[in-house]
């Protein structure tokens, strides 16, 4: 009687072998179409938080739109009810200017009651 115990691992490794292209055939499918699933998932999710952040920065938008209405709406009412607001604005903004160095001469001209006087100096007699 022969011996075919050699023949043994070599058929064992072949059964593996086949047992694991005949595993991947129907496999590979699958996993492919999990892999798609989950693919798409986070593509969905990313989307998702993509327009929350879209929504919340309109949110803030939105939210700085209605303070600058409020405090323009504030300015206009101080100058309509104090008139000296704008002349004080004016000097402020004027002693601002003048100290960051951005006003490099100042000239002064003589006015009466907020208007230029254009012939100081020459009177009448």
Not at 53 to 81: M, P, T
Not at 93 to 98: H, I, Q
């Amino acid at each position: 009687m022969k011996d075919w115990s050699f023949l043994i691992v070599p058929a064992f490794v072949t059964m593996v072998f086949v047992s694991i292209v005949i595993g991947l055939m129907f496999a590979l499918p699958i996993w492919n179409v999990w892999k798609s699933g989950l693919t798409g998932e986070a593509a969905l999710k990313q989307a998702e938080q993509t327009r929350q952040i879209q929504i919340q920065q309109a949110k803030g938008e939105k939210e700085a739109a209605q303070y600058r209405a409020d405090a323009i709406a504030i300015v206009g009412k101080a100058a309509k009810e104090f008139p000296e607001y704008r002349q004080q604005e004016f000097i402020g903004a004027f002693a601002e200017a003048l100290h960051s160095g951005k006003i490099n001469q100042i000239i002064y001209v003589p006015t009466e009651a907020g208007i230029p006087i254009l012939e100081a100096g020459h009177r009448s007699k």
